[in-house]
Every structure is written in structure tokens, then in C-alpha cells.
């Protein structure tokens, strides 16, 4: 709910409808192809960036059994195979155990989906109204 907050203060928020469900989502423009938030150079311009877009490459993913999982998008410019000489990039891994970056993103993520889980309910409770 923190989030829906913060970015409410960057541009309107609308709901979707699919699935029986409302979503809130952040309206970044109205017209097809047109991204009132990111510059042509591809630097945000709002001032509060939405969490989705401070994690990537990471975001969380669910199991057979429902739990969260550490994710990432594999095809993200972010994600090497190799780390390069000479740059900042760093591995995802410290021996068998995450890296602390990692770590850091991981804990992120976890208090990004207990925000979500608190607007899901938000959004049930508004339906209902």
C-alpha cells in the first residue's frame, strides 16, 4: 500500500479488471508507444520510481507449492553470463550463499510483495463497496 501511495504522487493510478480481479496500475501515458515518464535517453523522469522498475532484472515468482522464489529475467541486458574485466557488475553468488547485494534484493522483494498482498486485499474490499 506504500507503494500505491508513493506512485500516486508520481501519476494517476487506474484499475484494470481481468480475471474477477482489480489491479491498480500506473498510467504512463495515453497514447500507443508514448511513455510520459521516460525520456527518449530512457532515464526515468518521475520522481518516485515504481518498485518494479528499481528490482529489475529481479522480481518474485511463485513455486508448484505457491511459495515466493527469487527470480530474474534472463534476457535482461543486466544479466551476464560472464563478469567482463573492468566493470561494476557483480555475482549473484558468494560461494554457495547469495551475495549480499542479492541478499538486499531479496529482502526488497519479499517487503514489495507483502505491499502487493496488502493492495490485493484494498482492491477486493473496493469491489465490494
Same mark, same amino acid.
Given at each position: 500500500?506504500?507503494?500505491?501511495?508513493?506512485?500516486?504522487?508520481?501519476?494517476?493510478?487506474a484499475f484494470t479488471y481481468a480475471s474477477?480481479?482489480? #489491479?491498480?496500475?500506473?498510467?504512463?501515458? *495515453?497514447? %500507443? $508507444? =508514448?511513455?510520459?515518464?521516460?525520456?527518449? +535517453? !530512457?532515464?526515468? @523522469?518521475?520522481?518516485?520510481?515504481?518498485?518494479?522498475?528499481?528490482?529489475?532484472?529481479?522480481?518474485?515468482?511463485?513455486?508448484?507449492?505457491?511459495?515466493?522464489?527469487?527470480?530474474?529475467?534472463?534476457? #535482461?541486458?543486466?544479466?551476464?553470463?560472464? *563478469?567482463? %574485466? $573492468? =566493470?561494476?557488475?557483480?555475482?549473484?553468488? +558468494? !560461494?554457495?550463499? @547469495?551475495?549480499?547485494?542479492?541478499?538486499?534484493?531479496?529482502?526488497?522483494?519479499?517487503?514489495?510483495?507483502?505491499?502487493?498482498?496488502?493492495?490485493?486485499?484494498?482492491?477486493?474490499?473496493?469491489?465490494?463497496?
Amino acid at each position: 500500500m506504500m507503494e500505491f501511495m508513493r506512485a500516486a504522487s508520481t501519476a494517476p493510478i487506474a484499475f484494470t479488471y481481468a480475471s474477477g480481479t482489480n #489491479s491498480p496500475v500506473l498510467v504512463m501515458g *495515453i497514447h %500507443p $508507444g =508514448t511513455n510520459l515518464l521516460v525520456a527518449t +535517453s !530512457g532515464n526515468w @523522469l518521475g520522481h518516485y520510481v515504481p518498485a518494479a522498475y528499481r528490482s529489475h532484472p529481479f522480481c518474485t515468482a511463485k513455486n508448484q507449492n505457491g511459495s515466493n522464489l527469487l527470480s530474474f529475467f534472463s534476457d #535482461s541486458e543486466f544479466v551476464l553470463n560472464h *563478469i567482463p %574485466p $573492468g =566493470t561494476k557488475a557483480k555475482p549473484f553468488f +558468494s !560461494g554457495a550463499d @547469495l551475495s549480499e547485494e542479492l541478499q538486499a534484493t531479496w529482502k526488497f522483494l519479499q517487503n514489495v510483495e507483502a505491499g502487493r498482498l496488502i493492495t490485493e486485499r484494498f482492491c477486493a474490499s473496493f469491489a465490494e463497496l
